[in-house]
């Protein structure tokens, strides 16, 4: 019995077999255009889902505000002092205050001693208060109260946004109410 030695050595040495150079900075090239392509999309979708998550907390938030503020106007008795700033509901539990503080950014409410912080990240925010009288020639038939005394009507507005990684974002455009004061006994 005879025993062959087979071997793949040729006669100029061993056999080389792999990827030849053109190959590889083809593959590394398809490899990194897919990962940079992977990154952008991971990117894109964080920076989305990001300000798809601020627009609806913003939007909690603004909803909440609002229906308090709604809620409290309507059922005062009238109001007892207000600036663009700020505004002073006479309640059934005693004064009623609102209050935007553009420094921090909140809109705050205090009533018997108790602050609470309804709104926070508000760009700007102000009160306009108004009478029933109705205006000659013209479909808005609430003008400009001087004083308290004869305030009926109380218009709101207000813009909040964030920041998404860094830029400032505007996740939640304008919220805007005119709100009539039903209790009131004039």
């Known amino acids: 019995m005879d025993f062959k030695t087979t071997s793949t050595e040729t006669t100029q040495g061993r056999s080389c077999s792999g990827f030849t150079l053109t190959e590889v900075i083809f593959t590394v090239g398809i490899t990194s255009l897919c990962l940079a392509a992977l990154a952008m999309f991971a990117v894109f979708s964080t ?18 505000a609002m229906d308090q503020l709604t809620r409290d106007v309507r059922q005062a008795g009238g109001v007892t002092a207000f600036t663009a700033n700020s ?29 609470t912080v309804l709104l926070r990240e508000c760009d700007r925010l102000s009160f306009i208060i108004g009478q029933r009288t109705p205006m000659a020639n013209t479909m808005d038939v609430y003008t400009n109260a001087t004083t308290p005394i004869t305030a009926k009507v109380v218009n709101v507005s207000w813009s909040c946004s964030r920041k998404v990684f860094g830029l400032r974002e505007d996740t939640e455009s304008v919220q805007t109410a005119r709100i009539v004061i039903r209790k009131q006994d004039t």
Do not use: E, M
């Not at 920076?47 to 909440?64: E, M």
């Not at 539990?93 to 420094?103: H, K, M, Q, R």
């Open 47 to 64: 920076h989305s889902f990001a300000t798809l998550f601020n627009y609806v907390d913003l939007d909690d938030a603004n909803r909440l």
């Open 87 to 115: 505004l002073t509901l006479q309640d059934s539990g005693g004064p009623l205050s609102y209050s935007y503080d553009p420094t921090n950014r909140t809109l705050i409410r205090t009533q018997s001693g108790v602050t």
